[in-house]
């Protein structure tokens, strides 16, 4: 059966997709509107990490759940060794996944392939070089960052190198940020990610390059330069003038380190759940997602403190214990983290001013009215 309203969702990003397969499902027509030509347009298949630690669920049981197959490469990753200065080489291993190793980009074999494949599949309508710059009505909007919070500059590159996923901490390297190398069936993504210093991102990551060559023996053909980015805010409600934000559009992002895909799609599927069961989307939101985005402002809040004696200490907790349950008590919610929440909200500013349009009646879904003026 489908429902006599049609779902408007303005960007072809993992949130509107998951929305879009979620509402499907439940036989709502669906249409999509992307200002790129297909998914994925400004990811060049590097390697992400799919987290799997701010739940007791596994992240692939909790796709399932909520109607969402595993049709692109998502590996487990259960053990890797991490870098801290005046450390030696710390391996970690964990019972359960620390991670699942996914690609992103507009190739086959892609997170965004497979979401973009499974909507298709269920007859959600795409319409790629179509930018919606304004609509008025209810819609889902998750046209992706709208700043730059953290910024990621690396490059893939086809190796013979075994199969390994090293993780650096050092401000050096990475100000406030990390460097990693993940490598899996021949194909391989170093990077650097930065939170401070964006104007030095070549620089620093031509340091992750040398660190990474002094460590080991580096072999790498084709290598592909690549760049990204990721934002975070926080915000009362998401809903404006009918339109429902998610992903990062609305956000939604792992303040501390950057692992957002979890977020997006959960934020796609909460977005999907308030058409179907008319529910509230920011009640919504803020019951499922909001703890975890405020705990990771506050490790964000304090990670920017701590500096190398703290990334050491952190390595060694890393290794002395099992990393995922590591993991899931720097996310879980506490009163201590409750305590320092006002400090961290006060201390932290978004490269996005607001969010919010200063015309009431405005219609434009690409909305950035701190930094220019609605079309």
């Keep these: 059966m489908t429902h006599k309203e049609t779902v408007h969702i303005i960007g072809a990003g993992p949130a509107s997709l998951a929305a879009a397969i979620v509402l499907r499902r439940h036989g709502f027509a669906v249409k999509v509107f992307e200002a790129a030509p297909d998914v994925g347009h400004r990811l060049s298949g590097d390697f992400q990490g799919l987290e799997n630690w701010s739940s007791e669920t596994d992240v692939t049981e909790q796709l399932r759940d909520i109607g969402i197959g595993i049709n692109f490469l998502c590996m487990p990753y259960h053990e890797g060794t991490l870098y801290a200065p005046g450390l030696d080489p710390v391996e970690v291993s964990s019972d359960r996944p620390i991670f699942y190793l996914v690609r992103r980009g507009s ?4 997170l965004d392939w497979g979401l973009k494949e499974q909507a298709l599949s269920l007859g959600v309508e795409i319409s790629f070089n179509h930018r919606l710059d304004s609509f008025k009505g209810r819609a889902i909007v998750g046209t992706g960052p709208k700043g730059a919070d953290a910024v990621a500059v690396g490059i893939t590159f086809n190796t013979e190198m075994k199969d390994m996923a090293a993780v650096v901490l050092d401000d050096g390297i990475a100000p406030k940020g990390y460097a990693y190398l993940l490598i899996k069936q021949g194909y391989g993504t170093m990077a650097t990610v930065l939170y401070r210093n964006f104007k030095k991102a070549d620089d620093y990551f031509e340091k992750t390059l040398g660190f990474f060559s002094e460590k080991m023996d580096l072999h790498m053909e084709n ?3 690549f760049g990204g980015y990721g934002n975070f805010f926080l915000r009362d409600s998401q809903v404006r003038n009918g339109k429902i934000y998610v992903g990062e559009a609305a956000g939604f992002q792992d303040c501390l380190w950057g692992f957002g895909m979890r977020y ?13 069961e008319g529910d509230d989307y920011d009640t919504l939101w ?10 990771s402002l506050v490790n964000r809040f304090l990670f920017e403190r701590i500096g190398h004696a703290g990334y050491r200490y952190l390595t060694r907790c890393f ?4 990393p995922s349950r590591v993991l899931k008590r720097l996310y879980r919610p506490s009163l201590f983290k409750n305590l320092l929440l006002p400090i961290a909200s006060a201390g932290y500013e978004s490269r996005v001013r607001d969010l919010s349009c200063s015309r009431n009646d405005c219609t434009c879904v690409w909305c950035r009215c701190g930094t220019r003026a609605c079309p």
Excluded: D, V, W
């Design 319 to 322: 290794g002395r214990g099992n």
């Design 264 to 276: 997006a799609i959960l934020s796609g599927y909460i977005a999907a759940r308030s058409f179907i």
């Design 286 to 295: 803020q019951r499922e997602l909001r703890p975890g985005l405020e705990a």
């Design 107 to 110: 190739m086959p074999g892609t």
């Design 223 to 225: 290598r592909r330069k």
